[in-house]
């Protein structure tokens, strides 16, 4: 079996590629490991930044779309001392540039304008291989394999397909996130809820922190970061959701109650996030017949940008395509020559703000300057 252009990994970026050549009229499968579009949720909300997430957007046809996934009011945020004390409080008054929607709505829309059968669920990569003159073999676990002329890698950190160009491997960063939710917020956890307020919040100390966001329906969901060893987290057991809460909720005795309840009322599984990033400025040679996009390309810390840069990707990935259709290799050529300082400077960008978040050694005081322009 021969395809056109094959896209690993439905996520974000892979989608806003193989929309931007559906819209230009370039045949495109994706196929994707997890076996329907709901078979795990998709993370909580993302704001989508005017210089790369919204122009990738445009550039699908999906900007109507998008504003009408938009939370009002999402974008205010505010700072807290371990006490409750607000040391900065930034309400939205929608001129931010950054409106916030939920990941899980957003992949929708982009899943909703591809036509019927473009993404092969189920299909999770085992191994890839060159065969040769600009083409590889993808197989798949359940046995089936695909060969394809162009391959595109969007399959996230741990891609598959990485192994084709590179050698780098994702490496931990000292830091992990523990994720909860807590439902009706307002009603049922009013504390936590008022703390939170309209937006975001940051309560943070040297080495951890709590991390909160106001969702649709009045969800609150929480990002507890702490600044430890793999093995210090492979000691607690998180299939026991109550004992490993309550070790987390530890960490952040004498903080005041309206912060830790985040924790300790939280209504899901802790769920673990161990932060890996690739090595900065990471690049690879040519290879004729496949590229990558997004975490796959260049996975950092979490600093708000990810998710952008890789709808971006997809978006000048899929323009250089149409640009160039009877030359994939002028395509991919072009593609990465923008890919790669561009890349490179937003992992900078975002390791300055995750150092802020997670590994200032006078937190929070570093974050409020960077919101003041006092950095």
């Not at 741990?158 to 909860?180: H, K, M, N, Q």
Request: proline share 5%.
């Amino acid at each position: 079996m021969t395809t056109d252009v094959t896209i690993i990994g439905a996520g974000l970026g892979g989608l806003t590629l193989a929309r931007v050549l559906h819209v230009h009229g370039i045949p495109v499968t994706i196929y994707e490991a997890e076996t329907s579009p709901t078979a795990r949720t998709q993370g909580g909300m993302l704001d989508i930044h005017h210089h790369n997430g919204q122009p990738a957007l445009q550039a699908a046809g999906l900007t109507e779309g998008f504003r009408g996934l938009i939370l009002e009011g999402r974008e205010a945020t505010r700072i807290l001392d371990r006490d409750g004390t607000v040391l900065f409080d930034d309400p939205d008054d929608g001129k931010g540039g950054r409106p916030e929607v939920q990941r899980g709505e957003l992949r929708q829309i982009l899943l909703d304008s591809l036509p019927a059968g473009t993404t092969r669920w189920g299909h999770k990569v085992s191994g890839v291989r060159a065969l040769g003159d600009s083409r590889h073999e993808v197989t798949f676990a359940d046995g089936t394999a695909v060969v394809t002329s162009l391959l595109v890698g969007a399959d996230g950190a741990w891609s598959r397909v990485r192994s084709l160009l590179s050698d780098a491997t994702p490496e931990y960063v000292g830091t992990s996130f523990i994720e909860t939710y807590l439902f009706e917020g307002d009603t049922r956890h009013p504390s936590g809820a008022k703390a939170v307020g309209g937006g975001a919040l940051h309560a943070l100390a040297p080495g951890k922190g709590i991390q909160a966001h106001r969702e649709s329906g009045g969800t609150l969901h929480t990002y507890v970061t702490l600044n430890k060893p793999q093995e210090w987290f492979a000691g607690i057991d998180f299939t026991d959701s109550a004992a490993a809460t309550a070790r987390i909720a530890e960490e952040f005795d004498g903080w005041a109650p309206e912060l830790t309840a985040l924790i300790t009322e939280g209504e899901t599984a802790p769920v673990l996030r161990p932060i890996h990033t690739l090595p900065a400025g990471h690049r690879w040679d040519r290879v004729p017949g496949v590229t990558l996009l997004g975490d796959a390309a260049h996975l950092m810390p979490p600093s708000g940008d990810g998710a952008n840069l890789a709808m971006y990707d997809g978006a000048e990935l899929g323009r250089a395509i149409a640009a160039h259709p009877d030359d994939a290799e002028a395509a991919l050529s072009e593609y990465e020559q923008a890919l790669f300082p561009r890349s490179a400077a937003a992992t900078t960008e975002g390791a300055d703000v995750f150092r802020l978040c997670c590994w200032d050694e006078n937190a929070p005081q570093g974050l409020i300057n960077m919101f003041t322009g006092q950095a």
